[in-house]
């Protein structure tokens, strides 16, 4: 195996790579090119890859993949179940340590930017969610969902301003937090603190400018995934008595518009359109998160080729590497 001596480096230093992109940018075909030469570990950071069943429309690695490369956080939870953030950081904060110390580089690859952003600016002591208040929101929000939005702009206009008036999850969450605690969202978060103490990221980021091409990929993924199953997946998750469309699993992009579908909101061709738009809005919002991504080593992914970017990488390593030790 090359690089051994590069990994050794990395590992005494406490270095981790992380592979950062929009959806469809190509974060997890660089993953697998450099396990090639690489000894290494994969810790998805995706909120979707966590939920068994969620395969298709999540562009979940496949087994043979699996097999391959360990990959981690993948299929750790049930569709009805919940993860947060935090929890997110404990379990990386936990693979980095045995990762080490097998002797790997652990590799973060995705694009849930909420979960990197936790990792790197920490998280503050948020109340747990509460249900009876959770329910009342939820009530409130089938009847005028706008009028949430407002009541956050009254008492957090700063959240207000980041949140969608679209997002119920956020929206209602940001709610939350301030009738449990009195403290709005944006006074927890100037409460936080950094969490990366005990290791680095080296930050590599698959960003372009073509964003045309970026959305033509996103529009053949969506049609390749239909192709392969995707809509009777969702009908299996659908017939299942204990999941319905507000849970976070059902909320991921693509799986939304799907379980629309399925309820009678869109037709057919409405459906793959919405399921095509969400997916480009999302690559949006990453690219929002991205832009402002301190430290992050951009490659083009649709203006070089795949050995390209792999040796990019491995030099954006190398370069890392504090000589002086």
Same mark, same amino acid.
């Given at each position: ?15 981790? =790579? ?19 030469v ?6 998805? #950071? ?36 919940s ?10 904060h936990? =693979? ?14 995705g ?5 990197? $952003?936790a990792?790197?600016?920490g998280?503050n ?7 009876? #208040? ?13 009028a ?11 959240s ?5 008036? $679209?997002?119920?999850?956020r ?45 033509e ?19 299996? =998750? ?10 976070? +699993?059902?909320?991921? #992009?693509?799986?939304r ?8 909101v869109?037709d ?9 738009t ?12 991205l ?6 080593i951009?490659?083009d ?14 030099? +954006?390593?190398?370069?890392? #590497?504090?000589?002086?030790?």
């Open positions: 195996m090359k690089y051994i001596e590069l990994v050794q480096k990395l590992i005494v230093q406490k270095k981790v =790579l992380a592979i950062m992109g929009p959806t469809a940018s190509g974060k997890s075909a660089l993953s697998m090119a450099l396990a090639e690489l000894p290494m570990e994969i810790v998805s #950071v995706d909120s979707a890859l966590i939920y068994r069943q969620l395969d298709i429309g999540s562009a979940k690695p496949t087994e043979d993949e699996i097999v391959k490369v360990p990959h981690h956080l993948i299929n750790t939870h049930n569709p009805d179940e993860y947060s953030a935090s929890e997110f950081v404990e379990d990386v936990r =693979l980095v340590k045995e990762i080490f110390a097998r002797g790997n580089l652990p590799v973060l690859v694009g849930t930017m909420m979960y990197f $952003n990792l790197q600016q998280l002591d948020l109340p747990a969610a509460d249900e009876r #208040v959770r329910e009342r929101l939820q009530l409130q929000w089938k009847d005028n969902p706008q949430l939005h407002e009541r956050l702009s009254e008492v957090d206009p700063e207000a301003a980041r949140i969608h008036p $679209n997002d119920p999850q929206v209602m969450r940001a709610l939350e937090v301030y009738e449990i605690s009195g403290k709005t969202l944006t006074e927890h978060r100037a409460e936080q603190k950094n969490t990366l103490s005990e290791f680095s990221l080296v930050k590599i980021g698959l960003l372009t400018e073509d964003r045309k091409a970026l959305h990929q996103i529009g053949k993924r969506f049609d390749q995934m239909l192709a392969e199953g995707f809509l009777e997946e969702v009908k299996a =998750l659908y017939a299942q008595p204990n999941l319905h469309g507000e849970m976070n +699993a059902m909320r991921s #992009v693509g799986y518009q799907a379980w629309e579908y399925l309820d009678g869109w057919y061709e409405t459906f793959v359109e919405k399921g095509k969400a997916t480009r809005q999302l690559a949006k919002r990453q690219f929002t998160w832009r402002k991504e301190p430290d992050l951009k490659i992914p649709f203006n070089t080729s795949l050995q390209q970017r792999l040796r990019q990488t491995i030099s +954006a390593l190398e370069t890392s #590497v504090d000589t002086s030790l």
